[in-house]
Each structure stands twice: as C-alpha cells, then as structure tokens.
C-alpha cells in the first residue's frame, strides 16, 4: 500500500512540474508585476503563472495538512474517550 501512495505523490510532482514546464515555454512574453505599492521588472509569463501555480500548490498543502492534523488529534480525543468508557464497561461486568 505505501508504495501506491508514492507512486502516485511521484506522479502528481512529476504533473506539476509537467505543467509548470508548458507554461513557461508556452508563454514568453514579458509582463511586469504590479501589487499596490511595488512594481516589478518584466518575467516571462510563463515563469509568473509557474510561480503562481507552485505557490498555490505549497499553500494548498499547508491548509491541507492543518486540517488533517486537526482530525488525528479529535480521533487521538475521541479513542481515549472510547478506551474509558470500555474499561468502565468491562469493570461493570
């Protein structure tokens, strides 16, 4: 089984950098970043849409993994819970 869930973490990396690598050589032209206050100097589009793309990934991950750690800990809560009223059952009996 861990070996399915690497092979498909391997294949989902090797996608992203797939299309990460057809963005910037689809998209050549030069554009420039402009936030409220800051300006950059002209990428390749390509190159910001790949930026874009792996920072929206990371940020996904995160928020994903916040959430996941969230659940273990209510599971890890709720089994020690089950575990006590089991054991005062079986000490009922």
């Not at 861990?2 to 990460?20: R, T, Y």
């Amino acid at each position: 089984m861990g070996w399915i869930k690497s092979f498909i973490s391997l294949a989902l990396m090797l996608a992203f950098v797939g299309v990460g690598l057809v963005l910037v050589l689809s998209n050549p032209q030069l554009v420039s970043l402009d936030v409220v206050v800051w300006s950059s100097t002209e990428y390749p589009l390509g190159l910001l849409l790949a930026a874009a793309l792996f920072v929206g990934c990371l940020l996904g991950m995160f928020g994903n993994s916040l959430w996941v750690w969230q659940l273990k800990r209510q599971r890890n809560r709720l089994q020690k819970q089950l575990d006590g009223a089991v054991k005062r059952f079986d000490q009922l009996q």
